[in-house]
């Protein structure tokens, strides 16, 4: 793996979403555990919101980030035309950038499809048409999700595109569609509205086959805390959906712990991976030269079951505060419990998503391996989850 930690020596990263979950784990990496030439990172708003959300992020790396000298920090906005960019910044980028990593994306289950299509497919479409004009580059990183098959029935999901339906209607035609009428017929049979746009935005970027540059897409499953990178746990709320979701759920006397066997399968697995180990494969794969899809799911770590989780819950969880859900005396600002129950019963299905093309990785240690060495993995979804349980119920007394 060496040979693949050099070839960051000689590369100019442009990285968008770089601070939201996965792109903090991944700026850390770049910076301090790789030799990267140079990262540019956009920001949306302004410079210092982006240096306050790093900091907060990862508050005891972040000097050590600033200092490494290799991060430019450049004003802009996806949703915009030319990025919303400077003229000089996106002049120098198109000079400069080897590399194009697109982290960024709007996650929201609730946003409905009229809004969602913009940044969760015609913004990448957008990025793709200006990057055709970036001199030097090499290669392009588009972050998708396994949430874009999550309209196939039970069985196993390959690194592919899966056609909507068995006609395969051209996906310039539904997404035609969509800006037309905010509509589409296929929505409902996905997990939230933005799986549905990220689907398109998969298959619309590889459609371009004569793109100057290789094209990578990386699926995700659901994202969860690092186990190493920046530090363990690292990783927040809005960014794991799987701990949003119990967090919600679990403070609802109508779905509380002793509710979900009612209504979900907690016999399914929750694919979750750790977002760090999602960062190495992404930069693994990119050293690699690798193209088209590559999975990042649960089978790369350890899988968990929703029973499994409800039980570590319930065992580090204050009984007094169990009872107080179950009252209604414990409860969300927002009542989100409802869409979370409905997507976590879209969710919780047997699917075995293959991650094939990365399974080499879990036999290498460092920055761009996925070995597990030194790494309990039930000590540490223990400790994760009894964590949660205790912010939501109050400490146990066993």
């Known amino acids: 793996m060496q040979r693949h930690v050099e070839w960051f020596r000689d590369q100019v990263v442009f990285l968008t979403g770089g601070t939201g979950n996965l792109g903090v784990c991944l700026l850390y990496k770049l ?29 005891e790396q972040f000097d050590d980030v600033l200092d490494s000298h290799r991060v430019q ?5 996806t949703s915009k035309p030319g990025l919303g960019l400077k003229t000089s910044d996106l002049r120098q980028l198109q000079e400069e950038v080897t590399v194009v990593i697109n982290a960024a994306a709007d996650i929201s289950l609730q946003q409905p499809l009229h809004l969602s299509i913009q940044p969760n497919c015609i913004a990448h479409l957008q990025l793709l048409t200006l990057l055709r004009g970036f001199s030097r580059l090499k290669s392009f990183l588009h972050v998708s999700s396994t949430s874009v098959n999550s309209f196939l029935p039970d069985g196993i999901i390959e690194e592919q595109i899966y056609p909507l339906s068995d006609d395969d209607p051209d996906p310039e035609k539904v997404l035609s569609q969509i800006l037309s009428t905010g509509q589409s017929a296929y929505t409902d049979n996905f997990i939230a509205p933005y799986a549905l746009c990220k689907h398109l935005a998969e298959r619309l970027i590889l459609k371009q086959a004569d793109l100057p540059f290789n094209t990578l897409i990386v699926r995700p499953s659901l994202i969860g805390p690092a186990i190493r990178d920046p530090y363990p746990f690292y990783g927040n709320d809005e960014g794991m959906p799987l701990q949003s979701a119990i967090y919600n759920l679990a403070t609802d006397p109508d779905y509380g712990l002793d509710e979900l066997g009612k209504g979900i399968n907690l016999d399914a697995v929750f694919d979750e991976i750790p977002v760090d180990l999602v960062a190495s494969t992404c930069l ?10 590559v999975q990042a799911a649960g089978s790369l770590y350890v899988a968990a079951t929703t029973g499994e989780i409800a039980t570590i819950m319930i065992q580090g969880a204050a009984p007094t505060g169990i009872e107080k859900v179950r009252r209604g005396e414990i409860r969300q600002s927002q009542n989100l419990a409802p ?11 047997n699917w075995d998503i293959r991650c094939d093309r990365s399974e080499h990785l879990k036999e290498h240690t460092g ?7 030194g790494h309990d993995p039930n000590a540490f979804m223990k400790h994760r989850w009894q964590n949660v349980s205790k ?4 400490l146990s007394s066993t």
């Open 31 to 59: 910076t301090l555990q790789l030799p990267t030439k140079k990262i540019f990172l956009l920001c949306r708003g302004s410079v210092q919101r982006a240096l306050d959300k790093l900091d907060a992020a990862m508050a």
């Open 73 to 77: 920090f450049m004003v802009g906005d």
């Open 284 to 293: 693994a794969h990119l050293a690699a030269g690798s193209v088209g899809i």
């Open 339 to 349: 869409m979370f129950f409905q997507v976590a019963r879209k969710y919780m299905r």
């Open 367 to 373: 920055v761009l391996g996925l070995s597990l060495d």
């Open 391 to 394: 912010s939501v119920f109050g």
